[in-house]
């Protein structure tokens, strides 16, 4: 993504420090000071996450920039809701196709007791996902880096 897209991109959604982020990384790449296993760790203040983003990864850049939006948009969806009046306490939780985790830490955060088991086959995203829980404290989250 060259600057005058991004420029373009961040005028269209002037998210909250999105901006400062966007460019921020943009410098990273261009003066390629991004390593291959360099973690940036993004803090969700509200609902206290934290997200681990691997920024020698074009996947992730796109996590990095909206990752407050999406875990506004995550709390805020239908499927959310209808998993959260769905689970029983103590009722154990298997997110497959985990991506991010997005919803196996906010299902985390509600509940510190329930075991969580978050399926994601990109080793990549799995790794994001295990620092991710880390970053976060969320101990009862378990990664498994299979497909189903």
Do not use: C, K
Request: overall charge positive.
């Amino acid at each position: 993504m060259n600057p005058s897209q991004l420029r373009l991109l961040t005028n269209r959604w002037p998210f909250d420090r999105g901006v400062q982020r966007a460019m921020r990384l943009v410098q990273l790449i261009q003066r390629n000071r991004v390593e291959p296993d360099q973690y940036e760790v993004v803090h969700e203040p509200s609902a206290s996450l934290r997200l681990a983003l691997n920024l020698h990864h074009r996947v992730h850049w796109t996590m990095y920039y909206f990752s407050r939006p999406l875990f506004r948009s995550t709390r805020a969806s239908r499927a959310y809701r209808l998993i959260v009046r769905m689970l029983q306490p103590q009722e154990l939780f298997i997110d497959v196709g985990a991506n991010f985790g997005l919803f196996a830490l906010q299902i985390a955060r509600l509940d510190p007791n329930r075991r969580i088991i978050a399926v994601e086959p990109l080793p990549v995203i799995a790794e994001s996902l295990s620092r991710s829980a880390e970053a976060s404290h969320f101990r009862q989250i378990a990664v498994v880096r299979t497909a189903l």
